[in-house]
């Protein structure tokens, strides 16, 4: 058997904040759990607050909070 990934559109919303420099692909610290996340091409310097955009797939996209 498997496991499957969790679903990651309950991620929607949420906000955490950037582990690493953003840019634009990083990792982020959302509900206390580590994500590999992107944005849309901003850059965004680690410890900043970001809030989750959207999700598709396995892809989290966040923004600044």
């Known amino acids: 058997g498997y496991i499957t990934a969790r679903p990651l559109v ?7 904040v ?3 420099y ?5 990792v982020a610290v959302i509900n206390g759990t580590r994500y590999q996340v ?3 091409g901003d850059y965004i310097p680690a410890q900043t607050a970001v809030v989750v955009k ?12």
């Open 38 to 40: 992107q944005t849309d």
């Open 22 to 26: 953003l840019r634009p692909a990083g």
């Open 10 to 16: 309950d991620l929607m919303g949420a906000r955490g």
């Open 18 to 20: 950037a582990q690493s």
């Open 54 to 65: 959207r999700v598709e797939g396995a892809k989290v996209f966040v923004t600044r909070a």
